[in-house]
């Protein structure tokens, strides 16, 4: 099912997500902005079992893009002369025992060195656990409904060894963003789904946009989510919809649409949200992954640059990209069967790859990093 809202039909987007169900996924929804006019389809289906196609803008929860939300509300008190982005994290959250050296900027590029609280991955293909996150299956399905308070998760981050000196490196945490999230907290003395309202939702009027805490519930429409897990040596496949999202906080907590997502990364990118100098932060990347502070920044396929952030959240999943001027972008929901195995990494990465081309490259070869989320949880 495909809705062109202006311009022109284009086949070629809905030939792309009917071959990522082929592939695996259960549902996908795209939406397009570009010079030829904004266009919307879905393909798959909404529930399994069913027949009904995803909703072209329905609700997901956006996992990782929760990030970008998160950096930009950061930057924007940091515009207001709230927070200041070199000063230690500890000035502000003394209660942690933080590193001393561990600035607000390091929080927001991953260059901290603090431990993930979902688990972490090393090089050498060890994995060392955090709390029961969608990588732990049959653990996450029983404690799927559990309340974590983020200074707990914080907590249990910082009882583990760092994973290297502050600023030497760089490692994907979702502590960081818990840690941002308690920032925003103190500094303002008011819950971050206030400020993010005040300074996002808001002004931008993204009426398809929450930030929950502990909410288990996901507004209609929506897709619905999946995960399968071991259990008696039988494979057991679960609807995962509604859960607490507060074991990821917000490292990858909020729900959103393609819709919202669009206005909220065109907004973001043109300049609307941010002073040019702070803007201009967020988007220089480190040299290791090409994170800014809360996005990626991307070679686009045959040259220029994307401004992006992907998100995986236990069956559901938002891709979110822009040309840097907001002028072109690709928002997408997915649903799916997610497990401990991250089955459908690689297929994320390639099909990703292909949407990234064909709006971005013009349809050429080339390629584009779809480093995030398929190997992250949030």
């Not at 929450?210 to 989510?225: F, R, V």
């Not at 999202?245 to 959103?256: A, E, H, L, V, Y």
Request: hydrophobic share 35%.
């Amino acid at each position: 099912m495909s809705v062109t809202l202006t311009g022109q039909d284009r086949p070629e987007l809905q030939k792309i997500i009917e071959e990522m169900v082929d592939s695996g996924f259960v549902g996908v929804s795209l939406r397009v902005h570009d010079e030829r006019g904004e266009w919307a389809g879905s393909a798959g289906v909404r529930e399994l079992g069913e027949a009904a196609e995803p909703p072209i803008n329905g609700h997901v929860r956006i996992g990782s893009n929760t990030k970008t939300f998160i950096a930009t509300v950061v930057l924007q008190l940091v515009a207001e002369g709230k927070i200041g982005l070199d000063t230690p994290v500890t000035d502000y959250l003394p209660e942690f025992g933080l590193d001393e050296r561990i600035t607000v900027r390091m929080l927001l590029q991953h260059t901290s060195g603090v431990f993930n609280f979902t688990g972490e991955y090393f090089e050498d293909g060890t994995f060392v656990p955090g709390i029961p996150s969608t990588t732990a299956g049959k653990e996450w399905v029983d404690n799927r409904f559990t309340t974590y308070r983020p200074e707990e998760l914080v907590r249990l981050a910082l009882s583990k060894p760092a994973r290297f000196e502050p600023g030497t490196d760089w490692s994907y945490s979702n502590t960081n963003y818990v840690l941002a999230r308690l920032l925003i907290e103190k500094v303002t003395g008011r819950p971050v789904a206030e400020e993010m309202r005040r300074l996002i939702l808001g002004p931008l009027g993204l009426s398809g946009t929450i930030q929950p805490t502990t909410e288990t519930d996901i507004p209609e429409p929506h897709a619905h989510a999946y995960y399968r897990y071991e259990k008696d040596g039988q494979s057991q496949t679960v609807d995962v919809t509604r859960h607490n999202p507060s074991w990821i906080s917000s490292g990858g907590d909020m729900i959103s649409t393609t819709q919202d997502l669009h206005t909220f990364i065109s907004a973001l990118c043109g300049g609307k949200l941010l002073p040019a100098e702070l803007l201009a932060e967020m988007r220089t990347p480190e040299s290791k992954a090409g994170y800014g502070l809360g996005v990626f920044v991307q070679q686009a396929p045959g040259g220029g640059t994307v401004i992006t952030h992907n998100g995986g959240m236990a069956g559901h999943a938002a891709l979110m990209y822009s040309t840097p001027d907001g002028g072109t972008t690709l928002t997408a929901a997915l649903n799916y069967v997610d497990d401990a195995a991250l089955s459908l990494g690689v297929a994320f990465q390639q099909a990703t790859q292909r949407l990234v081309q064909e709006v971005f490259g013009g349809g050429r070869a080339g390629s584009a990093d779809a480093a995030e989320p398929a190997q992250q949880t949030g």
